[in-house]
């Protein structure tokens, strides 16, 4: 794989709209879901456009990430198991 090109190009994306569920992301190896991850919990930051979270932009400060991550875990802990099943009647 060349180094320094880009991975996530041209991606708009909504999650958790109301009345949905997003259970995952799947695709091939090296298609970027790792760094789509890392960049929707701001370990890594985008070096073109913006990432919104609740309609506001990522800050990246210390305080700023530790509130985003706070935020998601909050969110996550709600999940019960059976929201992490795949729906297989789709």
Request: net charge positive; proline share 6%.
């Amino acid at each position: 794989m060349k180094k320094n090109h880009p991975i996530l190009t041209d991606l708009s994306a909504k999650f958790g709209e109301a009345g949905s569920n997003v259970v995952g992301v799947i695709g091939p190896n090296g298609t970027g879901k790792s760094t789509l991850f890392l960049n929707l919990v701001g370990m890594l930051k985008p070096t073109g456009g913006q990432i919104l979270v609740d309609d506001q932009p990522i800050n990246y400060s210390k305080k700023g990430l530790n509130q985003l991550r706070q935020k998601n875990w909050h969110r996550l802990s709600k999940l019960r198991p059976a929201d992490l099943l795949l729906d297989r009647q789709r």
